[in-house]
């Protein structure tokens, strides 16, 4: 069965609207978890890596406060895609893993956003 | 920084072997893993194997690693219809995943 819940599947809204995006860990506690984009016919782009009780790390290049993560509980971590705009649309893909580093990543189903 | 590389189309007729490629640059991998998309979903992890490791096979896949060419690669035994699909590699040293490009498996009856 799934290992990780990713919600919602699909969004539409408008420009300047913000999007919350959840993703949880249903098989084990997640101290770490990961956030994704990827566009169309492309390979994933790690966005952050979204850590249980204190900041996420951003990698370069992604805007903090335009993608806000909160991950409060140990089995919960949200992606906020705040005042989206068109160049925002992608499908957003969330992970998590047991454990210590390199045990693999188990992937939820992704997000489809597309702006207006 | 660390590169994944891989073919991006392959064919084959169903019953046959399919041979998936993939070549990185990191030589600290840890861990290399093979992950399966279908249209609009997320990603299935199919496989992994440490790099200490020449060979796993589990069921229909057989994974090959040749750590000194830093070549990897994902032989499905009896391709079916069911296995068409963007097949990604990937490679960690650290807390990170590194995706390669992406194969997409395409078979035909």
């Known amino acids: 069965g799934a290992v990780v819940s990713q919600h919602p599947s699909w969004v539409i809204c408008k420009s300047g609207t913000s999007v919350k995006i959840e993703c949880r860990s249903l098989?084990?506690?997640?101290?770490?978890m990961f956030w994704y984009r990827q566009f169309p016919k492309q390979s994933l782009m790690l966005m952050a890596t979204s850590n249980e009780g204190s900041k996420a790390t951003y990698e370069q290049g992604v805007e903090k406060d335009k993608f806000l993560i909160n991950h409060a509980s140990l089995t919960l971590s949200t992606l906020t895609v705040t005042s989206a705009h068109p160049e925002d649309s992608s499908f957003y893909i969330c992970?998590?893993?047991?454990?210590?580093?390199?045990?693999?990543?188990?992937f939820g189903d992704g997000t489809r956003l597309s702006i207006l | 920084g660390e590169d994944v590389e891989q073919s991006l189309f392959l064919s084959v007729r169903e019953g046959d072997s399919s041979v998936i490629n993939c070549t990185y640059t990191?030589?600290?991998?840890?861990?290399l893993y093979w992950y399966k998309q279908e249209p609009g979903a997320g990603l299935q992890l199919l496989t992994y194997?440490?790099?200490?490791?020449d060979m796993k096979q589990d069921q229909r896949l057989t994974v090959l690693l040749n750590k000194k060419d830093k070549h990897l690669s994902l032989r499905i035994a009896d391709t079916q219809t069911g296995d068409s699909a963007i097949y990604f590699c990937?490679?960690?040293?650290?807390?990170?995943?590194?995706f390669g490009t992406g194969t997409r498996l395409q078979v035909f009856p």
């Open positions: 990937a490679e960690s040293s650290t807390d990170k995943l590194i």
């Open positions: 992970s998590t893993r047991e454990g210590e580093s390199n045990q693999p990543q188990h």
């Open positions: 098989d084990f506690q997640a101290t770490t």
């Open positions: 990191d030589s600290s991998s840890t861990y």
């Open positions: 194997i440490f790099s200490n490791m």
